[in-house]
């Protein structure tokens, strides 16, 4: 890598959060992290990460779609339309905690994220994820 891209993860996990620290900065990339919508938000003004790693349940069951709805709807006057192109990832366990089934709707209107993956998930896996979403911007399937 010749320049240390950042990811910004957004999880109110902190044990998870950790894990994925260690793996990320072996790995070279910089890491920042927040545990609510409402700091991650600022976060993401602060840091300019290359890359989100968003959870959907956390302070509230829909937390991180009120984040990428700041981020891909707010419109050119939001405080966010910088942001608007950063991809993102959704990690979260939604889909056994509400028994709804959001990775089909990836890249709609309904979610507009770049790739969803299901909790729990393996490092290398989400490695591979985040490498080309960093890699080629293109929409990263995680069954691929």
Known sequence: ??????ILMIDDDINLV?????????????????H????????????????????VIMEDFVAGFRVVNEL?????????????KIPILMLTSVTS??????????????LPVDAFMEKPVRPGELLTIIEKLLATGEKADPTS
């Not at 609510?36 to 959870?55: F, M, N, R, V, W």
């Not at 891909?72 to 608007?84: L, P, V």
């Open 1 to 6: 890598m010749s320049e240390r891209k950042k």
């Open 18 to 34: 950790n894990v994925f620290r260690t793996v990320f900065e072996t790995k070279g990339y910089d890491f920042a992290e927040a």
């Open 36 to 55: 609510s919508a409402t700091e991650g938000l600022e976060k993401i003004k602060q840091t300019h990460p290359d890359l989100i790693i968003l959870d």
């Open 72 to 84: 891909r709807t707010g419109g050119e006057d939001s405080e966010y339309s910088a942001f608007s």
């Open 97 to 110: 905690k509400t028994n709804l089934d959001f990775s089909e709707r990836v890249g709609t209107a309904l």
